[in-house]
Nanobody, 120 residues
Framework: QVQLVESGGGLVQAGGSLRLSCAAS????????IGWYRQAPGKQRELVAA???????NYAESVKGRFTISRDGPKNTVYLQMNGLKPEDTSVYYC??????????????WGQGTQVTVSS
C-alpha cells in the first residue's frame, strides 16, 4: 500500500529551480513529521529538510537559503522548493513520514523516490 506519493523531479540546469511534492493521507499528514532525504550513488542517504506538524523546520547546512520546505494542509501535501540548484544536488530524493505522536511512534514510511538531475 503506497503511503506517500512523490512528484516533481526532473532535469534542470545549474541555477534553476524545481518543486517536489509529497502527498499523503490526511491521517499520515496530521500525525507525522515529514522530511525530504536524498541519496546520490555511492553515498549515504542524508536529510535535506524536515517539517513538523507545527510547522517547525530544519535544513541541512548545504541547502539553507536555497531550499524551502512547506506544508499544505488542505492538500495533505509537503513541498520542497529548490532554488539555485547545483550539480551536487543531483540525487534521488525521498519523502519520509515519521510518527509525531505516541500511538504512531514506530511509523517510518518512505516514498518511492524521485530523480533530480542538475546539469552544469
Amino acid at each position: 500500500q503506497v503511503q506517500l506519493v512523490e512528484s516533481g523531479g526532473g532535469l534542470v540546469q545549474a541555477g534553476g529551480s524545481l518543486r517536489l511534492s509529497c502527498a499523503a493521507s490526511k491521517n499520515i499528514f496530521d500525525t507525522s513529521t515529514i522530511g525530504w532525504y536524498r541519496q546520490a550513488p555511492g553515498k549515504q542517504r542524508e536529510l535535506v529538510a524536515a517539517i513538523t506538524t507545527a510547522g517547525n523546520t530544519n535544513y541541512a547546512e548545504s541547502v539553507k537559503g536555497r531550499f524551502t520546505i512547506s506544508r499544505d494542509g488542505p492538500k495533505n501535501t509537503v513541498y520542497l522548493q529548490m532554488n539555485g540548484l547545483k550539480p551536487e544536488d543531483t540525487s534521488v530524493y525521498y519523502c519520509n513520514a515519521k510518527g509525531s505522536i505516541f500511538v504512531v511512534r514506530d511509523r517510518d514510511y518512505w516514498g518511492q523516490g524521485t530523480q533530480v538531475t542538475v546539469s552544469s
